[in-house]
């Protein structure tokens, strides 16, 4: 059998089949995920992915995550589960700029 992964990006679509398979495989963090790419919380920069969550934004970029999560275990986050679907489906907001730019004008 494919793994999720295989099956995701040769479907490109996110079928009920694969939401069941995402939340056996990933459990909770599955599930938000899952929640993260209905609520179109992704979106993609010219530098990085950016998921919207529940304590500000958190940068994804070549597996690596700027959450807590991710940062004490240096395991999968919903993040990074929520950036692997988004890329697999297209599922992702687009964003003509660069999100290092935006801590420049946050700053000042």
Do not use: P
């Not at 990074?80 to 297209?90: C, D, M, S, W, Y």
């Amino acid at each position: 059998m494919k793994d999720l992964w295989q099956q995701l990006c040769e479907k490109k679509v996110l079928d009920d089949a694969l939401r069941v398979g995402i939340v056996a495989e990933y459990g909770s963090r599955g599930a938000k995920a899952l929640d993260a790419i209905d609520r179109h919380l992704i979106k993609k920069y010219l530098d990085f992915f950016v998921v919207a969550g529940s304590t500000g934004e958190h940068v994804v970029s070549e597996n690596v995550c700027t959450c807590r999560d991710f940062a004490f275990r240096q395991k999968l986050c919903w993040h990074l589960i929520a950036v692997r679907i988004a890329e697999a489906t297209g599922t992702f907001e687009t964003i003509n700029a660069w999100y290092q730019d935006s801590w420049k004008n946050k700053s000042t």
